[in-house]
Structure formats: C-alpha cells, structure tokens
C-alpha cells in the first residue's frame, strides 16, 4: 500500500458544535495520523481561492458565505492510500445517503453543512496542501 497524504477542513457546522476531537478520534481510529492542523476563519478571499474551481456553480456563493461564517480546522493526513481511506470515514456527501458509523452520518446536519471536507485526488490533494500549509508546518 501507499503511504499518501491528503487534505482535510473539518467545517464550521463542526467546529461550533465541538466536534474536532471526535472526529480527529475517528480519522486517528481508522490509521491516519495527523501531520499538520490549525485552527483558523477563513476571509472571503480565502474561501473564493480555495473553491475557485466551483466558482460558476450555483452553490458557490453560499458555499464561500457558510466556509467563512466561524472557524476550521485544517489538517494534513498520513497512510496507507490516506485520499480513499478519509474519503471513506467522511462519508457521502449527503449524510443521508452516508454508511453507519462515517463522519458525515454521525455529524453532518445537511448536505451543506456536512461537517468535513476531504481532497477527491492526489492531485487535489497536493494543490489543497500546498495552498493552505508552508511545508516546515508539515511534521511527518
């Protein structure tokens, strides 16, 4: 298997309910460490940067106003095929349609407001990385 690294932002639905520490407890739990977080609110320009790319998509002014409206926690993750795996503890998208015992299904208040987000790629994952983490604050 593949010792990768992805991308997460643990939301601020999640944030304001006091669900880091759980939900760090589920990402630790399923063989991912944690190698680099912080604790931030992010300014309009910041959440139109790291969405850009839905930038004509209908949701993304609700999705800039709702990523700015508290604090994030930002995180890089470590392990064996870390995108799927996280992808997998995440959940689907809609906490509805999301498997017993995944972030999104013990968390999630909507499909909005889903409590995590997580990269999609390898590609993504190294572009989110970079965008939101110096490399001297990744501690492997």
């Given at each position: 298997?593949?010792?990768?690294?992805?991308?997460?932002?643990?939301k601020?639905?999640?944030?304001?309910?006091?669900?880091?520490?759980?939900?760090?407890?589920?990402?630790?739990?399923?063989?991912?460490?944690?190698?680099?977080?912080?604790?931030?609110?992010?300014?309009?320009?910041?959440?139109?940067?790291?969405?850009?790319?839905?930038?004509?998509?209908?949701?993304?002014?609700d999705?800039?106003?709702?990523?700015?409206?508290?604090?994030?926690?930002?995180?890089?993750?470590?392990?064996?095929?870390?995108?799927?795996?996280?992808?997998?503890?995440?959940?689907?998208?809609?906490?509805?349609?999301?498997?017993?015992?995944?972030?999104?299904?013990?968390?999630?208040?909507?499909?909005?407001?889903?409590?995590?987000?997580?990269?999609?790629?390898?590609?993504?994952?190294?572009k989110?990385?970079?965008?939101?983490?110096?490399?001297?604050?990744?501690?492997?």
């Open positions: 298997m593949a010792i990768e690294r992805t991308f997460s932002i643990i601020p639905d999640a944030t304001r309910r006091n669900l880091t520490g759980a939900i760090n407890a589920k990402i630790e739990a399923a063989g991912l460490r944690i190698i680099a977080q912080r604790r931030t609110k992010w300014k309009q320009a910041d959440a139109r940067k790291f969405y850009a790319v839905h930038a004509k998509r209908p949701f993304y002014k999705l800039v106003k709702f990523m700015t409206s508290g604090p994030i926690v930002m995180q890089v993750l470590e392990g064996n095929n870390a995108i799927a795996k996280y992808r997998e503890i995440m959940g689907a998208t809609n906490p509805a349609n999301a498997d017993a015992g995944t972030i999104r299904k013990d968390f999630a208040e909507s499909i909005e407001a889903n409590s995590v987000h997580g990269s999609d790629s390898a590609e993504n994952a190294k989110e990385i970079k965008l939101c983490f110096k490399a001297a604050e990744i501690v492997g």
